[in-house]
């Protein structure tokens, strides 16, 4: 089994930034891509971010690309996503996922994809 557990979320005004961590423990992480999804009130979850295990492939929603990075260190057996430039629209529950065993020829982008999830981490942007 793998537990995540998300920090970093908070509130922030518009045009600011916040770094979020997700932690990982149990099996081993290296071999996992993992993603980022979040989901605002009233809306359905959407696809934010994914990373391979390799840390060299990463792919985003049009809606972050160009403000979100995405960015792991197996080491710690962390990934993060650092929002830049945010936007009241970006307010929403931040959640990290791993995908076991993925496949270095597909980006994962669908929640069902995944098979293990953190409890989410709140992330409020400010007009």
């Known amino acids: 089994q793998v537990q995540l557990v998300e920090s970093g979320g908070g509130l922030v005004q518009a045009g600011g930034s916040l770094r979020l961590s997700c932690a990982a423990s149990?099996?081993?992480?290296?071999?996992?891509?993992m993603g980022w999804f979040r989901q605002a009130p009233g809306k359905e979850r959407e696809f934010v971010a994914t990373i391979h295990w390799g840390g060299s492939s990463t792919n985003y929603a049009d809606s972050v690309q160009g403000r979100f990075t995405i960015s792991r260190d197996n080491a710690k057996n962390t990934v993060y996503l650092q929002m830049n430039s945010l936007k009241p629209e970006d307010t929403a529950v931040y959640t990290c996922?791993?995908?076991?065993?993925?496949?270095?020829?597909?980006?994962?982008?669908?929640?069902?994809?995944?098979?293990?999830w953190g409890q989410g981490t709140q992330v409020t942007v400010s007009s």
């Open positions: 996922a791993a995908k076991f065993t993925a496949s270095s020829y597909v980006v994962y982008r669908e929640a069902h994809e995944y098979d293990y």
């Open positions: 149990g099996r081993t992480f290296s071999r996992y891509a």
